[in-house]
């Protein structure tokens, strides 16, 4: 129902006030939350009709929205849209954000040019000229921006002027994309920061949100609570081939650029060689590579049990005795694997998630015993895996 305000002159003001969450910090990371895996809360979200317009818009995209007080909770595991329905993109300036997440998330994204307080002409050039700089096609017809990406590519940006919208949409979509942008001539405003903090919080590889120039890492996995010291051997072995990594004081981010080519031949030793335990997994992270290489392993004399289950991926492997020798890379199709041990299991795991098609793991009870919830912590990192129940045969 309309509503009015009825205003009388009023006394100086006095007493105290609390000042709720920032509207123009929690639309962005409310888009953003899009790009996550796992469930969001956020807290001193306030209670004013945008944040409940982008609820409206996240339902329904698919992502699941509950408030209590000001708390939210945003679920995005239901994620299955990429279109803003019309009339609530209307309704306000922020749903241009959902542009950048839709595209980071599925490389499509469909909106009504965006609505909010008439303060000027407010187009959206910058933004879909950053779109395009990463590689995405985006049209306006009609009054709709279309945007379209089979893949996105990190790019140096340079925004025409500090626009915040401009530099949050880049932010977002640059998340989305292979390699690293830059964005030089971003707005500065604490909201910018704001979002930056959220996404760095959600595991995102980003530095100076809030200064005129924004370091994006796409596609890069960060490892918290991580011991980098103890991982040298195998962040070593991860650089050659031809990915970066980046370690904090407990942790490690890492990122490929380009195609992952095969690492120097390794050699499993006791520390501070390479570990045994890491290289099934390695192993397992090299089938994809470019070029040939091999793993020799000196601790265990039957530690390449999952060497013949690889092979029923299509993976060009040969043995002899304790060396393995990867051929090349193949193109994996989907098989029946049995983890025979608990990093041979984790092994196929991502073998099979390189594989085309779905794969079956027996044996999970090996990779049960010594990762705690590796299904969710896969899924929440964007692998597609879940555990079902193997009918018993009487
Ligand atoms: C955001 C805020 C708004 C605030 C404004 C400036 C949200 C939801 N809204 O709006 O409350 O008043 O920042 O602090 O956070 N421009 C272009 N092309 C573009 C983008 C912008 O020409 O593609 C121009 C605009 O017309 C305007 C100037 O750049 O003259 C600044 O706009 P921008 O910083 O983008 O503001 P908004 O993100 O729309």
Redo the contacts with the bound molecule.
């Keep these: 129902m309309p509503a009015a305000l009825l205003v009388s002159k009023s006394p100086p003001l006095c007493g105290e006030l609390t000042v709720h969450g920032a509207?123009?910090s929690v639309?962005?990371i409310l888009a953003a939350t899009l790009l996550c895996r796992t469930p969001c809360v956020l807290h001193n979200c306030p209670d004013i009709l945008d944040v409940t317009h982008t609820l409206q818009i996240l339902r329904h995209l698919g992502c699941s929205c509950e408030r209590s007080g000001s708390t939210l909770s945003i679920d995005p595991r239901g994620f299955a849209e990429n279109a803003v329905p019309p009339a609530l993109a209307g309704s306000?300036?922020?749903s241009s954000l959902f542009l950048g997440a839709l595209l980071a998330r599925t490389g499509a994204a469909a909106l009504t040019l965006p609505g909010?307080c008439p303060?000027?002409?407010?187009?959206?050039?910058?933004?879909l000229q950053a779109f395009r700089a990463l590689g995405a096609s985006a049209e306006e017809e009609g009054g709709t921006v279309r945007c379209r990406a089979d893949r996105l590519h990190g790019a140096r940006l340079r925004l025409p002027?500090?626009?915040?919208?401009?530099t949050e949409n880049a932010m977002l979509a640059a998340l989305g994309a292979d390699g690293c942008t830059t964005i030089e001539n971003a707005?500065c405003?604490p909201?910018i920061a704001d979002l930056g903090a959220f996404l760095c919080a959600c595991g995102a590889d980003l530095r100076g949100a809030g200064t005129p120039r924004i370091e994006i890492e796409g596609g890069a996995l960060t490892l918290r609570r991580a011991a980098p010291a103890s991982c040298a051997g195998v962040i070593e072995v991860l650089g050659q081939c031809g990915c970066r990594i980046r370690c904090g004081h407990d942790t490690i981010s890492i990122h490929r650029q380009g195609p992952l080519t095969a690492c120097r031949p390794v050699t499993a030793r006791p520390y501070p060689g390479f570990p045994t335990d890491a290289m099934p997994v390695l192993l397992a992270a090299q089938l994809g590579a470019q070029g040939k290489t091999s793993f020799t392993e000196t601790i265990f004399e039957n530690r390449f049990l999952y060497v013949q289950e690889l092979q029923k991926l299509g993976a060009k492997l040969s043995q002899d005795g304790r060396t393995v020798r990867l051929q090349g890379a193949e193109p994996l199709h989907a098989a029946r694997l049995h983890a025979g041990d608990l990093r041979g299991g984790a092994a196929l795991v991502l073998g099979a998630m390189q594989a085309e098609g779905e794969s079956t793991i027996f044996g999970v009870k090996h990779i049960q015993r010594g990762y705690d919830n590796l299904e969710a912590a896969l899924q929440s990192a964007g692998a597609r895996l879940k555990t079902v129940e193997i009918p018993i045969k009487v």
Excluded: W
């Excluded at 303060?119 to 933004?127: L, M, Q």
């Design positions: 509207k123009n639309l962005p306000m300036r922020a909010g303060i000027g002409a407010r187009p959206i050039d910058y933004h002027g500090p626009s915040v919208g401009a707005a405003e909201e």
